[in-house]
C-alpha cells in the first residue's frame, strides 16, 4: 500500500462506535456510495442487535467512514465497510478490515467472510489487497437501481493463514 497521505490539518482518523446520533452523516455517505444503499432502519437495526459497528472520524469529527460487522459461529461477516469519497485511497479500508480481524481474534473466530458485487472491482481490488480470496458467488444476490439483481462474490480471509497474527 501506498505512503498514507492524510491532510496536514487531520491525522489519521480515530475509531468510535456507531451510535444513533451518527445516522444522518452515515446516510449521506451511504446515498453516495452505493446506487442501491441501506436504509437508515439497516443502520438502527444493527445499533441494536449483536452487531458490532465503528464510526472513523476525522480530526475536525467529520465523518470518514464507517463499517457494520456481524459475529457469527467462527467468522466475522462483513455487512456494510464504507469509506467516504474524499478519504477514499489512504487506507482507510485496510484500517477497518485490521479492526474486523482483532475483533475475530480476540473471539478465537477463524475468520472473515464477505459479499461484494461482482461490478465492484475497487472493493474486490480493496478486499485482495488485504488478503482476501474469493470461496464462491451467490446468483442474483444484490438488487440493482434498475429493478434486476447482480452477482455476488463470496470472499473470505482465513486468520490461521496469517498465524493469527494479521494486524493493522
Ligand atoms: C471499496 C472502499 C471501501 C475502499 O476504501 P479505501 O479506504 O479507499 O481503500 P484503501 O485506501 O484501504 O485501499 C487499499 C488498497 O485497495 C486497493 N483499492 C482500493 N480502492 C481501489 C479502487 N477503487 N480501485 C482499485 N484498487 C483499489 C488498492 O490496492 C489500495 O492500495 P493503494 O491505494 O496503495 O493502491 C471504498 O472505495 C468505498 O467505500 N467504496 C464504496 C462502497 C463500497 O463499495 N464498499 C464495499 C462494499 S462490499
Redesign the pocket.
Known sequence: ??AQAFPASAPEPSFAPMRAADLDEVMEIEKA??SVPWGRGHFSTSLTSDYLAFCLRGAREELA?YCVLMPAVDEIH?L?????HA?????????M?AEAVVRADERGMSGLL????LS????I??????GFEEIGRRRGYYPTASGGREDAIVMRLRLEEFGGKKRA
Open positions: 500500500m501506498s456510495s452505493y467512514g462483513i456494510n465497510l464504507t469509506v467516504a478519504w477514499r485511497r489512504l487506507g482507510l479500508a485496510q484500517r478490515l464477505l459479499e461484494v458485487l465492484n472491482e475497487g472493493a481490488a480493496a478486499y485482495r489487497s488485504y
